[in-house]
């Protein structure tokens, strides 16, 4: 009843925040405020000044949490909480992202023209992870498995327009060392296939060309960034873990990804009025994909900071991790400037994957499944230099392998 009347609230006032800004909306010549800019806007009849914010050096945190409606498998609600530092200087670049068990932390230094990338990421969840069956828990799958993966290479990084901090055409070549392990459970089935604990080879080829400005929210306003990594693992200690997998095994896999996301103004609206669009897809080649390896889909907000746009995304999960060998997705929708502070995104998605699911006695396969969402968002500046997201999102089936539903998401970022 509590989310019913949240939601009826939100609808209740979205058209008044819209005819507000309608009537606000009266110049051609209105310009949205930018990421960074200072600038002043006129709002309730009273001036407005935007201060100036040095987008190169940021570090902020985000609270919140999701509520799945129904539950994904024994998943109700998924809590949220992450640590987010960015450093862009002329001879070096950091990002890092923490939220203890689930981290990327990226260091580059520039060496005068070629740049040294080094680069850490770890996946480490300390419960158990069973695959999902018409939305319930299949327990004799459960594992605790986890990877930790560290990278060192060469990059080259050319500032692109409109040359803000995260305009630029980036290349670069990475070698990678890491570990994967896994154990059973308490829940795990004694006939489950469990994999060995095994050192982790491969290289990384990417390149990300990203022109996108971003309005005060850091929401894509105009422009795209564009990119795709090519991914080469070996497994040093392996059991088979693909009942599809070409002679051989699929200890070595190949893997492809490619992505595309941005937004544009719409012909004879102002800037209020913009169209957002992103997609995604990945290839695991020779059948090679298994529950480890595969790629994992991630939702929440649509794609914005320059290195999160590079990261798989379904708008139609709510915050969690959806395994899939292959996949191909693509979201589309407007978003509304109520005010300068206040922005409402309507869209929709469609995506085809081999995801994991559960066949015979515990047994995880990947098998095509297609699905869609919709999904409405509100966003906002608040107090103490800090902002907020709300969102609804109906999914048809895809996250919770076979049972259709929704969920609700609300975050709150706070800017240091």
């Known amino acids: 009843m509590v989310r019913g009347m949240a939601l009826l609230t939100f609808l209740a006032l979205a058209p008044g925040l819209a005819a507000y800004a309608r009537a606000a909306d009266t110049s051609s010549s209105y310009r949205t405020p930018l990421a960074g800019e200072p600038g002043e806007v006129m709002f309730m009849g009273e001036k407005v000044t935007i201060p100036p914010l040095d987008r190169s050096d940021m570090t902020s945190i985000?609270?919140?949490?999701?509520?799945?409606?129904?539950?994904?498998?024994?998943?109700?609600?998924?809590?949220?909480?992450?640590?987010?530092?960015?450093?862009?200087?002329?001879?070096?670049?950091?990002?890092?992202?923490?939220?203890?068990?689930?981290?990327?932390?990226?260091?580059?230094?520039?060496?005068?023209?070629?740049?040294?990338?080094?680069?850490?990421?770890?996946?480490?969840?300390?419960?158990?992870?069973?695959?999902?069956?018409?939305?319930?828990?299949?327990?004799?799958?459960?594992?605790?498995?986890?990877?930790?993966?560290?990278?060192?290479?060469?990059?080259?990084?050319?500032?692109?327009?409109p040359l803000e901090v995260d305009n630029d055409l980036r290349l670069q070549l990475l070698g990678r060392v890491g570990y994967f392990y896994a154990k059973t459970g308490k829940d795990t089935a004694a006939d489950l296939s469990v994999p060995n604990d095994t050192m982790l080879y491969g290289a990384r080829a990417r390149v990300h060309y990203d022109t996108m400005r971003r309005n005060l929210l850091e929401l894509p306003h105009q422009g795209f960034a564009v990119g795709g990594d090519l991914d080469l693992m070996h497994r040093d200690k392996w059991s088979e873990q693909s009942a599809t997998a070409t002679l051989g095994g699929?200890?070595?896999?190949?893997?492809?990804?490619?992505?595309?996301?941005?937004?544009?103004?719409?012909?004879?609206?102002?800037?209020?009025?913009?169209?957002?669009?992103?997609?995604?897809?990945?290839?695991?080649?020779?059948?090679?994909?298994?529950?480890?390896?595969?790629?994992?889909?991630?939702?929440?907000?649509?794609?914005?900071?320059?290195?999160?746009?590079?990261?798989?995304?379904?708008?139609?999960?709510?915050?969690?991790?959806?395994?899939?060998?292959?996949?191909a997705t693509v979201s589309a929708g407007y978003r509304r400037e109520l005010t300068f502070f206040l922005y409402l995104s309507l869209y929709g998605s469609y995506i085809w994957a081999d995801r994991a699911t559960v066949e015979g006695t515990n047994r995880v396969a990947f098998r095509d499944k297609e699905g869609g969402a919709g999904t409405i968002t509100l966003d906002s500046a608040f107090l103490w230099d800090s902002s907020f997201y709300l969102a609804y999102t109906w999914e048809s089936g895809l996250i919770r392998n076979g049972r259709s539903g929704g969920g609700y998401t609300v975050m709150w970022n706070k800017l240091f």
């Open 250 to 327: 699929n200890r070595d896999y190949l893997q492809l990804t490619g992505y595309l996301a941005g937004a544009a103004g719409i012909p004879g609206r102002s800037e209020r009025d913009r169209l957002i669009y992103c997609a995604y897809a990945g290839h695991t080649f020779d059948n090679n994909g298994d529950r480890f390896n595969a790629f994992r889909l991630n939702g929440a907000s649509f794609p914005s900071e320059a290195d999160d746009v590079v990261r798989p995304h379904y708008t139609g999960v709510i915050y969690d991790n959806i395994p899939v060998t292959s996949y």
């Open 62 to 161: 985000t609270l919140g949490a999701s509520l799945l409606t129904p539950q994904q498998g024994g998943t109700t609600a998924l809590p949220v909480a992450v640590f987010y530092h960015r450093r862009i200087k002329d001879d070096y670049r950091a990002r890092y992202t923490v939220s203890l068990f689930v981290n990327e932390l990226e260091y580059d230094r520039n060496l005068g023209g070629v740049e040294l990338v080094t680069h850490f990421e770890n996946y480490t969840l300390p419960v158990q992870q069973s695959e999902i069956l018409e939305g319930q828990d299949m327990k004799g799958t459960s594992l605790y498995w986890g990877t930790l993966l560290g990278s060192v290479g060469a990059g080259w990084r050319i500032p692109v327009r």
